[in-house]
């Protein structure tokens, strides 16, 4: 056995949950001070990490000389507070939550913070590490001839409840294309290569969150849009998004296409969601198919049933933090999602949220 590799987590709703269930399936490692200002949130993340113990501030748990790392997992909103008061206390190899921040007058003060950290800082982008779309990334070039067009859909489910509801409003979350969606813009600058140069959306909300009120004040959440992003070369990406097609088998569907032919990804939602009745939930799958000779094939890519039961991403959040993991140990030199990708994906989101409210494509 070799030494325990320790944790500090800050944040554990519901997706710090599923960060402290992935975490304990990695050898050698242990979440030793979780920072948690909600009781609920303490007591089902007391029964995940039950050898964890509780500080009562961000700043009490930084003075935990025993911590190796750090996980961020906050509400989207405290991200660029949390980061800051870290850099100036503890600033230890530190994984990120997705958005870095959700307040463009933020930016240029977090991306100082960020040249001058002394330790790598991770920024969790959960879909590149899904079993399916890691797939489709090894084999887009062969399949692809060399990526031109490139298609992301995700149909889902509504956003779920969380503390507070801080994810019903804009101001709270950076907007859906902030929250949710910067995962897609993370996968489109990855896969293309190139710098995104404009972005024009269409959205609204037009289902979800209606009738809802908090504290007087009505959800201003987008559910559903059309983002196109053009990119340095010529290259043109699309991400479709409707957050009230969770009936469907799949969540989310990319395609990437070139002059060789088109590879697809196909990723299920959640297990939890799948309705018993009908059997086993869908298996992940690639398709490729080529142009000539004209022969889709489809290769399922299953995913061990441990890692979906640990949580909502696909198995990703295991490979994720196995990766981060090599990164704390040394045995990875640098983060492979840095912050100025973080950082990008987060730009590419506020520019669709800009577009989609005035009506004009945004440049970057």
């Given amino acids: 056995m070799g030494q325990t590799t320790r944790y500090g987590m800050i944040g554990c709703g519901m997706m710090g949950q599923e960060h402290l269930r992935n975490i304990a399936l990695l050898p050698d490692t242990a979440v030793t001070t979780i920072f948690e200002p909600d009781a609920a949130m303490r007591a089902t993340a007391a029964e995940i990490a039950p050898q964890a113990r509780f500080a009562e501030s961000l700043e009490a748990l930084l003075q935990d000389a025993a911590l190796d790392c750090l996980v961020v997992t906050s509400p989207n909103h405290c991200h660029a507070a949390q980061m800051t008061q870290i850099a100036a206390t503890r600033p230890l190899p530190l994984l990120m939550e997705k958005p870095l921040l959700t307040d463009p007058a933020d930016v240029p003060a977090l991306t100082a913070v960020a040249a ?21 990334l090894a084999q887009m070039q062969e399949a692809t001839g060399g990526l031109k067009m490139l298609t992301i859909r995700e149909h889902r489910f509504p956003f779920l409840h969380k503390v507070g509801n801080w994810n019903r409003f804009n101001a709270q979350t950076g907007g859906t294309f902030v929250e949710k969606c910067c995962h897609f813009f993370d996968l489109m600058r990855l896969m293309i290569g190139t710098r995104p140069i404009r972005v024009m959306a269409s959205a609204g909300q037009s289902v979800n969150h209606l009738d809802e009120r908090y504290e007087g004040a009505a959800p201003d ?70 142009r000539t000779p004209k022969r889709p094939e489809v290769r399922p890519v299953p995913v061990d049933p441990e890692l979906l039961a640990a949580g909502d991403h696909n198995g990703s959040t295991f490979y994720q933090h196995q990766r981060f993991l090599d990164l704390v140990r040394g045995d990875l030199a640098e983060p492979e999602v840095s912050f100025d990708d973080g950082l990008w994906a987060v730009k590419m989101g506020m520019a669709a949220q800009q577009s989609a409210q005035t009506g004009q494509a945004v440049l970057l």
Avoid: H
């Fill in 116 to 136: 001058t950290y002394p330790a790598p800082i991770w920024v969790a982008m959960e879909y590149r590490y899904m079993p399916p779309i890691a797939a489709m």
């Fill in 221 to 290: 959440i987008l559910d559903n849009g059309f983002v196109i992003v053009d990119f340095e070369g010529g290259v043109r990406a699309m991400l479709e998004l409707c957050m009230f097609a969770e009936g469907a088998r799949y969540q989310e569907t990319i395609a990437a296409m070139g002059p060789a032919g088109k590879i697809e990804a196909f990723v299920p939602g959640p297990i939890r969601f799948w309705p018993e009745d009908l059997g086993p939930a869908p298996t992940p799958m690639v398709e490729v198919s080529p």
